[in-house]
């Protein structure tokens, strides 16, 4: 049996020239002169039928296989926060060893997540367990593509392309960092927070380029400081510092229009702030205001009117890099 990998590579490629009128024949040929393996024309057949696809099974090979989205950005940004990348340290035979997941107390928050994973990695959809017992939410899927992106710690090299893909995907990403992260206040300031510094530095920067402008990351709590879990109540001490930004008054509009929150009761709050300010009206039949976009209604279009439709934009880049691999 081939090597997954190549078999992708050559269906991907059987499909291409089928798609620019080669009979099979001809596509036979093309990949033995090529990457001189000798298809046989059931096998090709089948794959142009759709009978059979290397893609089945694990439908995401390896993160050249990933195509940037904002729900990629989403999970990236959701992992970059409260989301976790594991990786079992007793392995078993037959199971996958790594997980990505998330574990909240906010059905939605749960719900966006699992929804974001089942779309990028082309799986049926997943539903988000609950634990009547610790009243919260857990979300999580085995795929060693996602981990080998998201395992921690985060290499933001490897991760920018996928988030600064375009505007939306800038967007996708903050709305995901700001769901884990993110705070808003009963008077409605909008806090994020978060022991890596430089990552918030990056978190500004993005939020720079969208138009909102924040000061430098201040201490939120010293290292050392006793704190009580609100979810197990235990009692613990912080071993990192932490760290805050705030979205300043006069762009918090903004961050609602253009990011979004997807948890009801953060969201409520900062309309219950906008909507006091004159800033938002109050929708006559709807409890919430339509404004706030959800996480598919996310700005499309980048500065240069490239779309994104999860297609490779980067001519040159890595994305592109196994189209012109000949082997
Ligand atoms: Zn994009």
């Given at each position: 049996m081939?090597?997954?990998e ?7 490629e ?19 002169s ?27 090979p390896?993160?050249d ?12 940004g ?9 990786q079992r ?11 990505i997941?998330?574990?909240v ?6 719900e966006?997540?699992?929804g974001?994973?089942s ?33 921690k710690p985060?290499?933001?090299?490897r991760?920018r ?21 993110g ?9 994020i ?13 993005l ?20 704190l ?11 071993n ?9 008054a ?9 990011i ?21 009206k109050k ?17 499309d ?20 890099r ?6």
């Open positions: 081939r090597p997954r190549l078999r992708i590579r050559l269906y991907d059987v499909l291409r020239l089928r798609r620019r009128g080669l009979s099979y024949r001809q596509i036979i040929d093309r990949i033995q090529v990457h001189g393996v000798r298809l046989s024309k059931s096998h090709v057949s089948e794959w142009i039928r759709g009978i059979h696809s290397p893609y089945n099974g694990i439908y995401i390896s993160i296989y990933l195509k940037p989205s904002k729900e990629l950005s989403y999970i990236i959701v992992v970059a926060g409260d989301g976790y990348s594991k340290a007793k392995k078993y035979k037959g199971y996958n060893d790594v997980r997941g998330l574990t107390k906010d059905r939605e928050f749960a966006e997540f699992a974001c994973l779309k990028v990695l082309g799986r049926k959809p997943l539903k988000p367990s609950y634990s009547k017992h610790r009243g919260w939410f857990v979300v999580e899927v085995e795929s060693k593509t996602l981990y080998q992106l998201l395992r985060l290499e933001m090299d991760l392309p996928f988030i600064e893909h375009c505007r939306g995907c800038m967007a996708a990403f903050l709305r995901g960092f700001s769901d884990s992260e705070s808003v206040t009963t008077d409605g300031r909008i806090c927070i978060n022991t890596d510094k430089s990552l918030l530095n990056y978190v500004r920067e939020l720079y380029r969208l138009g909102i402008e924040t000061a430098e990351p201040r201490l939120h709590i010293k290292a050392g400081t006793p009580k879990d609100p979810r197990t109540h235990k009692k613990y001490r912080t990192k510092d932490a760290y805050r930004i705030y979205v300043p006069d762009s918090r509009l903004r961050f609602y229009q253009l979004g929150l997807t948890i009801e009761r953060k969201k409520k709050r900062l309309e219950n702030y906008l909507i006091k300010h004159g800033l938002l929708a006559p039949s709807q409890t919430t205001p339509p404004f706030s976009p959800s996480l598919n209604q996310l700005p279009i980048e500065h240069n009117g490239v779309y994104c439709r999860g297609r490779d934009l980067n001519p040159i880049g890595r994305f592109h196994l189209s012109t691999t000949r082997l």
